[in-house]
């Protein structure tokens, strides 16, 4: 068994029906470390990256698949997690279930709260596990920043950075 990171994402209709507790609840029986949290609003951009593979072989998804995953249907919110140690995207995946909630065990998370939407053909399976470790490191990439996981799990590098960013006004800091 291999030391592995899995992305978790619990997407908007898993917030919307209130799942976060039960899901966190269900994958704390895999005995992983939670090494980033942490609530996203996604942008079109991060959608499109993070469904490129999907763009190539289902392209007649793929404008739906955007709109769920960025809240259109339900909330803009997503919970992003890292989860890590041995056998993690087997371990994650086994409660997770098969993506599409119509062929999964009926006892597994998206068994149970899956769906697949009747006016546009997604399937709004609650959450999404990454499949493997190539597909784990470039999600977690996109999803997260060095500085947003507590432990270093890919190399890094020190880069000067000049970006216009938001800051609290009137910081009393």
Known sequence: MAVQECLVLIKPDGLVKSLTGFILTELAETKLKIIGAKVVSV???LAELH????????????????????GEYHTNRVLALIYHGEDAIQKIRDIAGKTNPEEADPTTIRGKFGRIHSKTGVMEN?????????NAKREIQLWFSPDE???????????????????WANNSL
């Open 43 to 45: 942008s079109k951009e």
């Open 149 to 167: 996981i507590t432990e270093k799990i890919y190399p890094t590098k020190k880069e000067k950075i000049t970006e216009e960013k938001n800051v």
């Open 51 to 70: 469904y490129a593979e999907l763009k190539q072989n289902k392209p007649h998804i793929f404008e739906n698949v955007l709109k769920y995953i960025q």
């Open 126 to 134: 609650v959450m999404h596990a990454s499949d493997s470790e190539a």
